[in-house]
């Protein structure tokens, strides 16, 4: 069983930097895809982006890219998610996401099989 952990959420200014970390355990952290979401309230959760097992391959949402990064440290068993000029409109609880697969990435929340308990990030104009 894959277990997540996110943290380095807050509240920061508009215009801010915040690092999001996400801890695995459970099972050997190179073979897991990584991805992270997040859901502001009444909406749907939206995908941000994802990370292959080895890192080689990463994905960033269109509307994110330039903004948000996507990375991993194998040996840390960790994946980050490095946000920067943030906008009130970034509010939301960020979700870290697994799935144990071969190296690719997995670009749909819907095809992930784990998921953190999620870290509330809320940013003020």
């Known amino acids: 069983q894959v277990h997540l952990v996110e943290s380095g959420g807050g509240l920061v200014q508009a215009g801010g930097s915040l690092r999001l970390s996400c801890a695995a355990s459970?099972?050997?952290?190179?073979?897991?895809?990584m991805g992270w979401a997040r859901q502001a309230p009444g909406k749907e959760r939206e995908f941000l982006a994802a990370?292959?097992?080895?890192?080689?391959?990463?994905y960033v949402a269109e509307s994110k890219k330039g903004r948000f990064t996507i990375s991993r440290d194998n040996a840390k068993n960790t994946v980050y998610l490095e946000m920067n000029s943030l906008k009130p409109e970034d509010t939301a609880v960020y979700y870290c996401?697994?799935?144990?697969?071969?190296?690719?990435?997995?670009?749909?929340?819907?095809?992930?099989?784990?998921w953190g308990q999620g870290t509330q990030v809320t940013v003020s104009s």
């Open positions: 990370i292959s097992g080895s890192g080689r391959s990463v």
């Open positions: 996401a697994a799935k144990d697969v071969a190296d690719t990435l997995v670009l749909s929340t819907i095809d992930y099989d784990y």
């Open positions: 459970g099972v050997t952290f190179s073979r897991l895809a």
